[in-house]
């Protein structure tokens, strides 16, 4: 538990507040295959990295979902849609999404076509280095209950490429 923010109410009344929670989605990684980078390490190697991070909704240890082939844009979108289905499930009312500029392209590219343009290029453009952008997503009070399955991999053929770990005080 840690101190609340000063100037809330919480504060005010001398609360300690759970610090956030950090849940670890496959869904909103980058865009998989071709590029070593778009790999990951193996989950048991970033935990020991990220104690704090809750990995318990990632199924597969090794990376299942990097290949050779360049993920489609399709399928980026597809998963990103999945990824919004688990967020409007989530019980909180504000989270935080940590992700990369792809899938935020991928994501927001599907959305407000109905919107006046320049509303529709500042929700679709490019999203910069480090930013942050604050999006409401609304739920109109519909939240069904449906079970989101975790992401499981196509049956592509495995990359040949191989994430080597990397320690920094090497």
Known sequence: K?????GTLEAAAG??????????????????????????????????????????????DEDVFYSDERESDDHC??????????????????????????FLRHLFGQFGETLHYEDRENLQRLAGNCELRSIM??????????????????????STVRMSSHNPSE
């Not at 979108?77 to 909180?92: D, G, I, K, M, S």
């Not at 997503?137 to 495995?158: E, F, N, Q, T």
């Open 137 to 158: 997503l609304c739920s109109h009070g519909v939240k069904d209950g449906k079970k989101i399955d975790p992401l499981m991999p196509s049956y592509a053929a495995p």
């Open 15 to 60: 609360m300690n507040v759970p610090p956030p929670r950090f849940l670890v989605r496959e869904e909103c990684r980058e865009r998989w295959g071709k590029y070593v980078c778009d790999g990951r390490r193996t989950i048991s190697e970033i935990a020991a990295e990220f104690p704090n991070f809750d990995f318990s909704e990632i199924v597969h």
């Open 77 to 102: 979108c597809e998963r990103a849609v999945r990824f919004l289905e688990w967020l409007n499930q989530r019980p909180e009312k504000c989270i935080a999404v940590v992700t990369h500029s792809s």
């Open 2 to 6: 840690g101190e609340a923010p000063p």
